[in-house]
């Protein structure tokens, strides 16, 4: 019976282990820049994107428009934004150098960092949106 006690203690400790592992500590705002580089992909709004943050400080982004069609179907265009990043403190500012398939309102633009792990990033726009973004990983 003691035995069957330990075993389930010691998997329930594994699994809770587990769990924190993935979700990670949250990154200490010095890390951010250099840990935000990388592939990250979420939805702003109605648009899927896709963006890549390099160590060169620049960044490409892919901007799909949500919706049935789009999303089962792949029917949507695909818009290419590219420009450079930089973050100070928690907040993340994008300059866009040139758009393909892409409307923009404003050639830069910044968001404050709400949280930030490991595999997830979560920012609030200037106007008040809140957007989670998860890293992919290959």
């Given amino acids: 019976m003691n035995t069957i006690r ?4 010691a998997l329930a400790l594994a699994v809770g282990l587990s769990s924190c592992a993935r979700e990670g500590a949250p990154i200490p705002e010095a890390q951010y820049a250099a840990t935000i580089v990388g592939d990250w ?13 390099g160590a060169d400080g620049k960044f490409v982004s892919n901007v799909r428009p949500g919706g049935f069609i789009n999303n089962t179907l792949s029917q949507g265009v ?21 758009a393909e398939d892409a409307t923009l309102l ?8 709400e949280s930030f ?22």
Avoid: C, P, Y
């Avoid at 404003?106 to 960092?113: E, F, K, Q, V, Y």
């Fill in 6 to 9: 330990f075993n389930l203690l």
């Fill in 106 to 113: 404003d050639r830069a633009t910044t968001s404050t960092i």
């Fill in 78 to 98: 695909t818009g290419t934004i590219h420009g450079t990043w930089a973050i100070e403190s928690k907040v993340i500012t994008l300059n866009i150098s040139s």
């Fill in 41 to 53: 992909t979420g939805t702003v709004g109605d648009t899927k994107e896709t963006i890549s943050f």
């Fill in 117 to 138: 792990r490991q595999n997830e990033l979560v920012i609030r726009s200037s106007q008040g949106a809140t957007s989670s973004f998860v890293r992919i990983v290959f």
